[in-house]
């Protein structure tokens, strides 16, 4: 087994590393605590290519394989994790979607123009009572001849103020359950679309979450994505993708709280001599170094599965599910390993545990992993 990197993906991750510290790191705090979405930043990871990484370059995008996403996601995590859950959702969920399923003329539409970062998209899958159980969609999509009516709210929903474009999952046929369920694409300005207030939370706060009331929006028939009742299955192959990319900004968070208290324990002095010479920190960092790389590992091997064809929906789960539970674990510790100023804002630590919590929850909860993977196992 090859583990080495190529030369492309060692200078998409270096350029992903530089454009973090050089325009991410500024003003992130201030972006935290202000809630503060970053549109200046978001549109330059536009312009350089990070916002349709995946995306063929005939539709405006980088025509890069899915390792190359996962270093360059790492990178931006690092940093924000609210700027990386904005590229996460345009790349794996909504570009993907597209290019995977969408007709031609939905990619000429909106597929090129979101590849590049002039828009970006949102997915919109959770409901009130519908969050991880996709089959129970209360949204409606009625279908009238030549359009649909759409119906209902969605919640949590990632870009909800900043999107152009709405992967809206609703359900069309009741009757059929799951094989009933479409999925269409709305714009922003839809008669009857509305948005609402921006949700207050504990973490990715310079992301912009948002509930959605969707009241007779006529959405044409040519927004449907794929065959009628193809919804459910389209939700679930494009869910399948998004998990690592939540992977990857899990592992992103975890390195990043890591890099920052290995060095802070190189600086800070007790007992006369640095921390981390003393052995209850020495280990920390032992066990927050070697869960990182069996994240990053899960991550990467999940992305070659992906990249060669093979079937990740256990491999994403797997690396989602440990990502997530490194991130939260190795945050804790680093507020630890800072004692007291890891408890303020300007030492970053804290923001990245409350930031960290996020990625056991989207995406599907770790218990729904576990759900995945078991199922998967039981059936070989």
Partial sequence: MDFKLT??????????????QAELLQGVIERDEKQIFPAEQIKKMGELGFMGMMVDPKYGGSGLDTVSYVLAMEEISKIDASASVVMSVNNSLVCWGLQAFGSEEQKQKYLTRLATGEIIGAFCLSEPEAGSDATSQKTSAIDMGDHYLVNGTKNWITNGSTADVYLVIAQTHADKKHKGINALILEKGMPGFEIGPKEQKLGIRGSDTHSLMFNDVKVPKENRIGEDGFGFKFAMKTLAGGRIGIASQALGIAAGAYELA???????????????????????L?????????????????????DNGNNYDISGAMAKLFASQTAMDTTIEAVQIHGGNGYVKEYHVERLMRDAKITQIYEGTSEIQKIVISRAIIAQ
């Fill in 7 to 20: 030369e492309e993906h060692l200078m998409i991750q270096q350029a992903a590393r530089d454009f973090a």
């Fill in 262 to 284: 290995l060095k802070y324990s190189k600086e800070r002095k007790a007992f006369g001599t640095e921390i981390c010479n003393h052995q209850a920190i020495a280990f920390k």
């Fill in 286 to 306: 032992a066990d927050m170094h070697v869960a990182i790389e069996a994240a990053r590992h899960l991550c990467l091997k999940a992305a070659w599965d992906k």
